[in-house]
């Protein structure tokens, strides 16, 4: 099953890096702003989420080998663009959190992509500034 989950895992992540994404980053919805941990440089990747009290929550398709998470661990203070306005937050890593249970809470269509094309869910919550 493992090398089953990789190869789904390396077959989206390239799908999305080539294509999703750089459409995905021509749209106006969420995006997620990290600080690239090796270039220093910013780094925005189209997200799903919700605003709850003042914390973005969000779950990662890939957990740990997603590169925005990569790059969170690295350096936690991150910008969300949420309807079009950017605020700034930390990001944390929640692998204790149920994500699919968190995924009931978030916007259907996000979340159905996420259970379609995830392999190692992982739960992110950002408590904005």
Request: glycine share 12%; charged share 25%; net charge positive.
């Given at each position: 099953?493992?090398?089953?989950?990789?190869?789904?895992r390396r077959v989206v992540h390239r799908v999305q890096r080539l294509v999703?994404?750089?459409?995905g980053r021509q749209l106006p919805g969420t995006m997620l702003e990290t600080v690239g941990?090796?270039?220093?440089r910013p780094r925005r990747t189209p997200?799903?989420?919700?605003?709850?009290?003042?914390q973005f929550w969000m779950v990662?398709?890939?957990?740990?080998?997603?590169?925005?998470?990569?790059?969170?661990?690295?350096?936690p203070a991150v910008r969300v663009r949420i309807n079009g306005q950017w605020r700034s937050?930390?990001?944390h890593l929640l692998p204790d959190d149920d994500p699919w249970q968190r995924l009931r809470s978030l916007p259907r269509l996000n979340g159905a992509g996420v259970r379609?094309?995830?392999?190692?869910?992982?739960?992110?919550?950002?408590d904005l500034d």
């Open positions: 099953m493992s090398g089953r989950r990789d190869l789904k999703v994404n750089p459409v941990r090796k270039s220093g997200i799903g989420g919700s605003v709850v009290d003042n990662s398709e890939h957990g740990d080998h997603s590169d925005y998470v990569y790059n969170i661990k690295a350096n937050g930390t990001a379609t094309m995830g392999t190692e869910l992982l739960t992110i919550r950002v």
